[in-house]
């Protein structure tokens, strides 16, 4: 389990946009890497991680952090900026330093299944 927790649930303004962005390119990555993943276009497989569970969806998108998508450092920073320490310090750049790169990991997959979330709703009242 994370010792990080996402301080805010509502991706709002431009920092938000960013945020979900940054979760769109690891989404996107999926298409890129080898995986068990057979899909005959980028649409059929958006279309099949948003009918995922949200346990099976955080599965593949680990495989994006891990293995896929070389994010920005302004996209990290930008995921990172909705969530907050296990001493409830919020996350920013002048702490990002003290970060292992596995901390930055959980962090940048824990907040961008919660956007995915509220990006599948979203989505989806829209089409």
């Given at each position: 389990?994370?010792?990080?927790?996402?301080?805010?649930?509502?991706?709002?303004?431009?920092?938000?946009?960013?945020?979900?962005?940054?979760?769109?390119?690891?989404?996107?990555?999926?298409?890129?890497?080898?995986?068990?993943?057979?899909?005959?276009?980028?649409?059929?497989?958006?279309?099949?991680?948003?009918?995922?569970?949200?346990?099976n969806r955080r599965?593949?998108?680990?495989?994006?952090?891990?293995?896929?998508?070389?994010?920005?450092?302004?996209?990290?920073?930008?995921?990172?900026?909705?969530?907050?320490?296990?001493?409830?310090?919020?996350?920013?750049?002048?702490?990002?330093?003290?970060?292992?790169?596995?901390?930055?990991?959980?962090i940048v997959l824990?907040?961008?299944?919660?956007?995915?979330?509220?990006?599948?709703?979203?989505?989806?009242?829209?089409?």
């Open positions: 389990m994370s010792k990080f927790t996402i301080t805010e649930k509502e991706f709002k303004g431009i920092a938000g946009a960013k945020a979900l962005h940054a979760a769109l390119a690891l989404r996107r990555s999926l298409w890129y890497i080898p995986k068990d993943i057979d899909h005959d276009s980028f649409v059929d497989m958006s279309n099949w991680l948003d009918q995922l569970d949200d346990e599965k593949y998108l680990k495989l994006a952090v891990e293995d896929g998508a070389m994010l920005q450092k302004e996209e990290i920073e930008s995921l990172l900026k909705f969530a907050k320490d296990e001493h409830g310090v919020p996350i920013c750049k002048e702490n990002i330093e003290n970060l292992t790169a596995f901390e930055i990991n959980d824990e907040v961008s299944c919660e956007i995915l979330k509220a990006k599948v709703f979203f989505y989806q009242m829209n089409k």
